[in-house]
């Protein structure tokens, strides 16, 4: 039950992470520090004005402007998992492209979001979920980026691409021993997306079958 509702949720979160994270850099380069979703930031202050329609209290407020906007999310990732997805991608890319300010941040942002969130036939339809051991103690889920295997004098290397949480768009790209990396088959690269968006509330093994 919780795997179905966490889904759309995480698949809503994603298809709106260019949205957020192209608000989060222009925010960023103006110099200004927002808090997360306070309740003194201005986004914070939006959430609670939207709330105030069903309650007076300002604390109340907050946290019903949270619950809206959570489930507006989890309404927009049902819509994106039918086929309507390319004409919401479309028109949603067609809007903020003629915003002056926030078209030219957007654009990049957007296209490495939903290369990490592959369709099949995307750019990134040719990567593949590994399990990379840094140590006996130490594994990480990565993206081989291709089977190309590379030697610069040391040995065998693959090519691999460590993603951060919560947002995906920054990493680290390191050449490994190739017997560090070990295939993981029953995850692929949407579900490793969602994992990072998540934060590892929706794993792999969560996902719908």
């Avoid at 759309?8 to 520090?33: D, E, H, K």
């Avoid at 490495?112 to 840094?134: D, I, K, T, W």
């Avoid at 690269?189 to 590892?200: F, I, N």
Wanted: proline share 8%.
């Amino acid at each position: 039950m919780i795997r179905k509702f966490l889904s759309p949720f995480a698949t809503g979160l994603l298809f709106l992470a260019p949205v957020l994270l192209t608000l989060i850099l222009l925010n960023w380069l103006s110099g200004y520090l927002i808090a997360a979703l306070g309740p003194n930031t201005p986004l914070g202050y939006v959430l609670g004005k939207a709330g105030m329609f069903f309650t007076p209290s300002p604390l109340a407020a907050f946290w019903t402007g949270i619950g809206m906007a959570a489930l507006l999310v989890w309404v927009i990732g049902l819509a994106v998992q039918t086929r309507f997805r390319q004409r919401l991608e479309g028109g949603l890319d067609g809007l903020i492209a003629r915003i002056p300010v926030l078209g030219p941040l957007y654009r990049p942002l957007a296209q490495f979001v939903r290369m990490m969130g592959s369709s099949p036939g995307g750019e990134m339809s040719g990567m593949s979920v590994v399990s990379v051991s840094f140590s006996n103690h130490v594994e990480a889920l990565a993206l081989l980026t291709s089977p190309r295997i590379h030697d610069f004098g040391q040995g065998p290397r693959y090519l691999i691409l460590i993603p951060t949480a919560p947002v995906p768009v920054g990493g680290g790209m390191l050449f490994v021993e190739t017997g560090r990396v070990k295939p993981v088959p029953s995850m692929g690269v949407d579900d490793l997306a969602k994992l990072y968006v998540t934060m590892g509330t929706l794993s792999g093994s969560e996902r719908a079958s």
